[in-house]
Nanobody
């Protein structure tokens, strides 16, 4: 069983930056492929960025060049550095395994980009 707790969201102006963190429990964290997902109001949850157990990353086109996913297997942490934020990035952000395990969805962290 894995528990995931997201943090770091907030209100930021367009063009600003935020760093999201995801703390994972469990001893097998390092072997999991992980992802950051987001769900905007009225929309389906979507994968934003993924990182394999070996550190290979991939991003949805809309965030390429602006977001960076990383992991620390010693601390059992996943991070999402978000730069040049746009109003369209407003959503609740979640971390989960990739592909996601339904039972592991946490509360997420709200990111609001607005002037």
């Amino acid at each position: 069983q894995v528990q995931l707790v997201e943090s770091g969201g907030g209100l930021v102006q367009p063009g600003g930056s935020l760093r999201l963190s995801c703390a994972a429990s469990g001893s097998n964290f390092r072997i999991y492929h992980m992802g950051w997902y987001r769900q905007a109001p009225g929309k389906q949850r979507e994968l934003v960025a993924q990182i394999t157990s070996g550190g290979i990353t991939n991003y949805v086109d809309s965030v390429k060049g602006r977001f960076t996913i990383s992991r620390d297997n010693v601390k059992n942490m996943i991070y999402l550095q978000m730069n040049s934020l746009k109003p369209g990035d407003t959503a609740v952000y979640y971390c989960n395994k990739w592909p996601p395990t339904p039972a592991y969805w946490g509360q997420g962290t709200q990111v609001t980009v607005s002037s």
